[in-house]
Every structure is written in C-alpha cells, then in structure tokens.
C-alpha cells in the first residue's frame, strides 16, 4: 500500500486567519459601503411610496367618473350626516363599489360606530402608503385611514337640509350635508344631490381631491371628508389642527413629511400631479387660495 499519499492542493497549504486588524477594516468598509447605501434605499422607498400614492388617487378620480357615469353625470357630496353622529356617508362611501370596497351599505351608513366601518372591508386604496399618521379619534381607532379630501364648493357649502340650494361652485364640488340638528334619526341619502360635471369650466386647471393626512380622516368619517384650502384654523384645512391637552397642535410637519414638502393632487380631467402647495394658490396665498383651488381660469 502506497503510504505516501499527498493531500489535494487546496488542504496542503497553511491557512491563515485574519488578524484583528484585518477584520476590522472589512466592518469599517461595510459601515461605510451601508452609510452610502442607505440614504439611497431610503429615497428609493419615498420615491415608490409617492409614485403608488399617485397612482391610488388617479384610481379614485376613476371610481369619481364612474360614479358620475351611473349618475347623470352628477358628483356625491364630500359628506352626508344626520342623527347627531348616528348616520353618516363620505365622498368614499359614494365611492366604495367603484374602487374596490366589499363592505354592505348598512355598514358603511351605520357600521360599528357611526359610520366607521372596519379597515377589513374597506378598500386600501384610500391610505397613501406614505401616510403613517394614527387615528386620533378613540372610538374609531379599528378604522380605516384616509389620506384624501375633495376639494370644498366655497363660501356656503355646508347644508342644513337635503333641499337646500346647492351654493355657486367657486371652487371644488364639495358640498356637505350636516342635517344632524334638524333631521334627527333620518338616514343620509345614498341618491343626494350634487354638482352636475357642466359646472366644472376648467377641469384640467382645478382640483377635485387632495392629500389631506390628518389624524381624524377616515374613511366614512364626515370631517374632514372636505379640504378648505392648504392653511388656516380648522381640521377642513390641508394642513390641519390636532386638538392636544394644552392647546392646538398643528399636523403640519407630520404631513409636509409625507412626500417631501409635497402633496399629490388630482384634477376634475383624472390626471395627477405632485406639488408644492405654493405651485397650486395661483395669485392668491396659501390662506386665500386661488389657481388650482378655484374653477376660475388664470387666477
């Protein structure tokens, strides 16, 4: 028997560890090489969470035209509330079989409280991805959020009954229904009236819906249902208050957040943009809002 066996060239070689200084360059280059990739990774993440925030508002402001479709070319309220918070239906509710929603009617008119139908059977849509503020409102925590808001009809666009005279549309189509002192227990209409698509003279100059992330939109909830404009002293507004022991809060850093600095908008035409609010106020102010907030072309 041949004794003289030699081991394969890859064993007959002295192994040599590496030293500790060795291993610790190669944690420094991989500190480094994570330090450099990471910013990246995370603007990559806001990048795609922005471009599916998009895309989710462009699939509302589909489920608005099928609506409109199915119903002579009429838009829903942005809210319809009756029974002191017993009853209620959002611009979403309108919406809800258009874009996805599998919830009965009787959970989205009344559901488990008020209205607040589960998050289970609501369609994710309504959340921006990007958007990861809490709901503040306590007894409706098992909600779904919503980040959206139609654009509000201007001066007078609330109603205190379902035969009010719809105000002259100045700005967006959202009207609100607040028939709780005077109605009682009646049921908010699922066939409300609305603004007829005619009214709207500059569909691809003025928005029908914007990014509205505040703690007390949900879907099915009546306010905010509705934006007021970018600024100013109530949760109707773009930038909203939160309501804090000790005082008012602004949501504002919070929501400035969400896309850097940006918010995405979709025009009465169907097509989205993402903007500065300052691009959309025209020749007014973010607390006097003209351009995009108003149907009146060039202002």
Sequence with gaps: MDTNLQLPSSMSHDERAFTLIELLVVIAIIAILASLLLPSLASAKARAQRIKCTAHIKQMGLGFNLFTLDHDDMYPPSAFATGDYRYQLSWDDYLHKYIGGSAPEADLLVGVSGGIADRSTIPQILRCPADKI?????????????????????????????????PP???????????RGSAGGTLPSWEPRGYNASVV???SGTLLLVEQPEGGNIAGNDWPSFSQGPTGPSNGDQTPFQIAVGGREQWGEKAYGLHGRRFNYLFFDGHASILKITDTVGSGTTNAPRGMWTMKTGD
């Design 201 to 203: 003279g500059d569909p």
């Design 169 to 179: 549309p100045t700005h967006g189509v959202g009207i609100y229904y607040n028939l």
């Design 134 to 166: 809490e709901i503040s409102i306590t007894w409706a925590t098992f909600g779904q959020r919503r980040t959206y808001a139609m654009n509000y009809a201007g001066p007078g666009f609330v109603l205190s009954t379902s035969t009010s005279t719809l």
